[in-house]
């Protein structure tokens, strides 16, 4: 009998590339000419990212700054779960964005079921903790698999890992 190949649906962030792009918007903030005297705070926060600035359209100016990075470092803008824009003191404007790690139990059982659905042979996918391992026996399947999930544009960042023939 053949081994199994599989491999494992993650949710994971690279906290230090999130960092270093939060660090970055921070400096263009702080530099550039159309964020002068707007007093911007763009940082890291216990579970998520702050930016805070004098307007409402100052902030979303920055909230571009912020996503330019994050892109440019490869993190994808799906780990964001930004909350609602909230008026600061003195007529500022701030927005929060939580950080999305890990699989919820509702996005496991959607992509268990995107994976049944595709009604490949041998095929099987279950839930461990925050993750998903699929395995099957052959690896056109599994890849089969990775393709259907990326093209199910599901708003979540996946990444596939522990690739096993």
Same mark, same amino acid.
Do not use: C, H, Y
């Given at each position: 009998?053949?081994?199994?190949?599989?491999? $494992?649906? #993650?949710? &994971?962030?690279?906290?230090?590339?999130? *960092?270093?792009?939060?660090?970055?918007?921070? !400096?263009? @903030? +702080?530099?550039?000419?159309?964020?002068?005297?707007? $007093?911007? #705070?763009? &940082?890291?926060?216990?579970?998520?990212? *702050?930016?805070?600035?004098?307007?409402?359209? !100052?902030? @979303? +100016?920055?909230?571009?700054?912020?996503?330019?990075?994050?892109?440019?470092?490869?993190?994808?803008?799906?780990?964001?779960?930004?909350?609602?824009?909230?008026?600061?003191?003195?007529?500022?404007?701030?927005?929060?964005?939580?950080l999305r790690a890990g699989i919820s139990g509702d996005d496991a059982r959607t992509i268990n079921k995107l994976v049944k659905g595709l009604g490949l042979k041998g095929i099987q996918s279950q839930t461990q903790g925050d993750q998903l391992r699929v395995t099957g026996k052959k690896r056109d399947a599994?890849?089969?698999?990775?393709?259907?999930?990326?093209?199910?544009?599901?708003?979540?960042?996946?990444?596939?890992?522990?690739?096993?023939?």
């Amino acid at each position: 009998m053949p081994a199994m190949s599989s491999f $494992d649906v #993650v949710s &994971e962030i690279d906290f230090q590339e999130v *960092r270093n792009a939060v660090d970055q918007a921070a !400096r263009e @903030a +702080a530099t550039r000419f159309d964020f002068k005297g707007t $007093d911007s #705070v763009v &940082e890291l926060s216990g579970d998520g990212i *702050r930016l805070e600035s004098s307007t409402e359209d !100052r902030l @979303a +100016a920055l909230l571009v700054v912020l996503e330019e990075k994050l892109v440019r470092r490869k993190v994808s803008l799906k780990v964001l779960d930004w909350g609602n824009v909230e008026q600061a003191g003195g007529g500022r404007s701030r927005q929060v964005a939580g950080l999305r790690a890990g699989i919820s139990g509702d996005d496991a059982r959607t992509i268990n079921k995107l994976v049944k659905g595709l009604g490949l042979k041998g095929i099987q996918s279950q839930t461990q903790g925050d993750q998903l391992r699929v395995t099957g026996k052959k690896r056109d399947a599994l890849q089969e698999v990775i393709a259907a999930i990326k093209e199910a544009n599901l708003d979540l960042p996946l990444q596939f890992t522990n690739f096993r023939d």
